[in-house]
């Protein structure tokens, strides 16, 4: 069974930068395809990046230029730098995994850490 746990979400103010974090757990964790999403109450989740085995990675417009994903396969731990933070980054943030690897199908999740930017 895969487990994802977040860690790092808080209050911020805009222009200012956090960090989250995802540990995860399981039988074949480091093969897989993991990513954010974030949603915002009565709205769909959306995808904010992601990062396959081999370290490619794909960023939202919204987000790119400003946040930065990144994994430690050692720690089976990856990463969301968020700098320059905006209101509308506002969100519950999600941890994810595809465990087929394609970055098409994520069908494990985390619990979510909210992440709030005022102005």
């Known amino acids: 069974q895969v487990q994802l746990a977040e860690s790092g979400g808080g209050s911020v103010q805009a222009g200012g930068s956090l960090r989250l974090s995802c540990e995860g757990s399981?039988?074949?964790?480091?093969?897989?395809?993991v990513g954010w999403f974030r949603q915002v109450a009565g709205k769909e989740r959306e995808v904010v990046a992601y990062?396959?085995?081999?370290?490619?990675?794909m960023y939202a417009d919204s987000v790119k230029g400003r946040f930065t994903i990144s994994k430690d396969d050692a720690k089976r731990t990856m990463y969301l730098q968020m700098h320059s933070l905006r209101p509308e980054d506002t969100a519950m943030y999600y941890c994810?995994?595809?465990?087929?690897?394609?970055?098409?199908?994520?069908?494990?999740w985390g619990q979510g850490t909210q992440v709030t930017v005022s102005s």
């Open positions: 399981g039988y074949g964790y480091r093969s897989f395809c």
């Open positions: 990062i396959d085995r081999p370290g490619n990675t």
């Open positions: 994810a995994a595809d465990s087929s690897g394609s970055c098409r199908g994520f069908n494990y």
